[in-house]
């Protein structure tokens, strides 16, 4: 609480750019720190770890994927190749199309309009990867994805 | 019904979150690692080449005479000729038009050509994987883009945020791991972000000019370029003649008093169209510099409006020092080497709680071990051969890189693999300072490069130790990939 009512004093002493940046790394160490002085290490542990040094080495047990059958296998292929194709290229192609939408219809200036969708469009790609991800239906949230992104470039192209 | 619908949310973020984990493990890691000691880069270069001479203090003879030696030694008239000055962490001058480099004597007069070397390897290792340029840059900007996807799947998949902010659970090694991996994250999550975000537009803006020119620009690319960051001005003088450096820096003090000139750039230069440009950092700011613009005589024409333009230009511009902590002095670098320490163990942890997941140990556990502990081995070796031998440091990288991964595989066992890569990496280290000690005996006592030597020793006595720590304390040192 008190690191964050600091934020104040940063801004005072260094402007906001560099208040608010040191705010941020002063908020990871602190809380860091607090990590650490709450969790001190217990006595015991230290035979526990003695003891643990020696792995002992487990026996390959067959894992699920090994236990199916040849089909399911070539199916879970195909759909982490569809889960890459739609992460890098599905998503990387809407979220460009739909942040420079988004920026053309809310900053006025050009030169602002691209700065801004440059530093936007990797966050925008990130959240619409983390839906892809998380989905269960792939095919048909790429496929929406591909023409929310077809419909904005469409958009983008009508508007200029 | 509602707790069967967030079990299954946060299960959903999370297969999502470790699959994309997977996918980028070891490339992230040699990306945050060598992004973490790159913070240093500028003080590495320095340190690679202990025996340049070094100054603080210039004036524009030293300019003026470091320009015509230039252009006596290489007689070529390049599109921009620069001459770095001397700074409170680098106090060295040096000249360069890109491709040729020397350093500057303290009259001016060249001294020895810059050797890029072992910094260089490491920075175009963060920056590009050593692949082709472009398409390096765009695959380690994709890097960033997943990076964006990890810092929010990891959030959502975190079903006790708050409950657990504080807590370090040391007594299961499993639990250790996953502890270390969500309070690490949790609560450097504005930096992540914000190394993320960064990381991914140096590579991805490229792909925004690559769509918007055609739309907005008639497929000019240097007009799009040119519209967000500032154009050049136009000059054209009478007479081709000298520029006048003296005359620029006394105008530079006129309109910016408070603006530290970082380097100078003489465009066209030996042409009618040649002026000068003074790049200086402004106190206070973000931005990497604000360009001023003199023309021949070293009459003002205009500043690129890189601090007072448009709010995007300002934002790109102070991308860069952003995202490497070079602002605020050497109490940040510390910071940003703490946090992107932090960043590289939330991703050799990652990987460590999907291996213990796996309840099964395979050759998968043991070259992680190899990556893990082999990429400082092959940083430090690669170091000693290119300062040391003159050898190249890539292929120093790559061989050792390779080495230690097959020597983790052979072993087959993973405390034996630690343990011995710790200490031939603590080993080389001491090498490497006695190497570069017995190198540059002659500036040993110049504190900077005291510090530096006594740092490494002390990272050095740390990795001798860090296996025992392990062994030893609760702390367990989770860079251990020990399953």
Redesign the interface.
Do not use: K, Y
């Given at each position: 609480m008190f690191v964050l009512l600091a934020l104040p004093l940063w801004t005072i002493n260094y402007g906001i750019e560099f208040g608010v940046t040191y705010n941020f790394i002063f908020l990871a160490l602190t809380a860091w720190f607090i990590i650490i002085i709450s969790n001190k290490p217990q006595k015991n542990n230290h035979q526990r770890y003695s003891k643990e040094t020696t792995l002992k080495r487990k026996t390959v047990k067959p894992n699920n994927r090994e236990k199916q059958n040849t089909s399911t296998e070539s199916s879970i292929k195909w759909l982490r190749a569809g889960k890459f194709f739609s992460l890098i290229i599905i998503c990387g192609f809407s979220s460009l199309t739909i942040t420079t939408l988004f920026f053309l219809t809310f900053a006025n200036v050009l030169a602002n309009q691209m700065a801004y969708t440059a530093l936007a469009f990797p966050l925008v790609w990130g959240v619409l990867s983390v839906w892809i991800t998380f989905t269960h239906q792939l095919a048909r949230t790429s496929i929406l994805l591909f023409i929310i992104g077809t419909a904005a470039t469409w958009l983008i192209l009508s508007l200029y | 019904m509602q707790v069967t619908t967030n079990k299954n949310f946060f299960k959903?973020?999370l297969?999502?979150?470790s699959?994309?984990g997977l996918?980028v493990g070891a490339l992230m890691y040699v990306i945050c690692l060598t992004g973490t000691i790159a913070v240093f880069f500028p003080e590495f270069e320095r340190w690679q080449q202990a025996d340049v001479p070094e100054f603080q203090h210039y004036t524009a003879n030293t300019i003026t005479t470091a320009i015509e030696q230039y252009q006596l030694k290489t007689a070529k008239s390049p599109e921009s000729l620069y001459v770095v000055l001397p700074t409170d962490s680098v106090p060295r001058m040096h000249v360069s038009d890109g491709e040729l480099e020397w350093w500057l004597q303290a009259d001016g007069k060249l001294s020895s050509v810059v050797n890029e070397g072992w910094t260089h390897m490491l920075t175009e290792l963060h920056a590009n994987l050593h692949l082709p340029k472009t398409f390096g840059l765009l695959i380690v900007?994709?890097f960033?883009?997943?990076?964006?996807?990890l810092?929010?799947?990891g959030v959502?998949s975190h079903s006790r945020i708050f409950k657990d902010?504080?807590?370090?659970?040391?007594?299961k090694?499993r639990q250790q791991q996953i502890d270390l991996h969500n309070?690490?994250s949790v609560?450097?999550l504005?930096?992540h972000f914000?190394i993320?975000?960064t990381g991914?537009?140096f590579g991805?803006?490229s792909?925004?000019v690559l769509?918007?020119a055609p739309?907005?620009y008639d497929n000019d690319r240097q007009a799009?370029v040119e519209?967000?960051y500032g154009s050049d001005p136009n000059v054209v003088s009478a007479q081709v003649k000298p520029v006048n450096i003296a005359v620029a820096l006394n105008n530079l003090a006129l309109q910016a008093p408070k603006a530290t000139a970082i380097y100078i750039v003489i465009q066209k230069i030996s042409t009618e169209n040649q002026f000068i440009e003074i790049a200086a950092t402004l106190p206070?700011?973000?931005i990497y510099s604000e360009m001023y613009r003199f023309d021949a005589n070293g009459n003002y024409i205009n500043h690129q409006g890189l601090s007072d333009g448009?709010?995007?230009?300002q934002?790109?511009y102070?991308?860069y020092r952003?995202h490497f902590g070079h602002?605020?002095g050497l109490l940040?670098k510390i910071?940003?080497v703490?946090?992107g320490l932090?960043l590289t163990v939330i991703s050799v942890t990652g990987i460590n709680i999907w291996l213990k997941k796996?309840?099964?140990?395979?050759w998968i556990n043991h070259a992680w071990c190899g990556i893990v502990w082999g990429l400082p081995i092959a940083l430090v070796a690669s170091a000693c051969c290119s300062i040391l031998l003159n050898i190249s440091a890539i292929v120093v990288l790559v061989i050792i890189q390779a080495a230690t991964i097959a020597a983790c595989l052979y072993w087959q066992?993973?405390?034996k693999g630690t343990l011995y890569l710790q200490r031939i990496c603590a080993c080389l280290l001491l090498a490497l300072v006695i190497g570069h000690i017995s190198i540059f005996y002659s500036d040993i006592y110049n504190a900077f490069y005291l510090w530096v030597n006594v740092t490494l020793v002390a990272i050095a006595i740390v990795m001798f130790n860090l296996r025992n720590d392990?062994?030893?304390?609760?702390?367990?040192i989770c860079l251990n990939p020990?399953?």
């Open positions: - | 959903g973020m297969t999502g979150h699959s994309v996918m900007s994709i960033g883009v997943m990076l964006v996807h810092c929010i799947s959502l902010a504080f807590r370090l659970r040391l007594t090694e309070r690490l609560w450097a504005p930096f914000m993320a975000i991914a537009f991805l803006v792909l925004l769509f918007a739309i907005f799009m519209d967000v206070g700011r973000l448009i709010t995007g230009r934002l790109l102070s991308v952003i602002f605020g940040v910071a940003f703490l946090l932090s796996r309840e099964q140990q395979d066992n993973i405390n392990s062994h030893n304390s609760s702390a367990g020990r399953l």
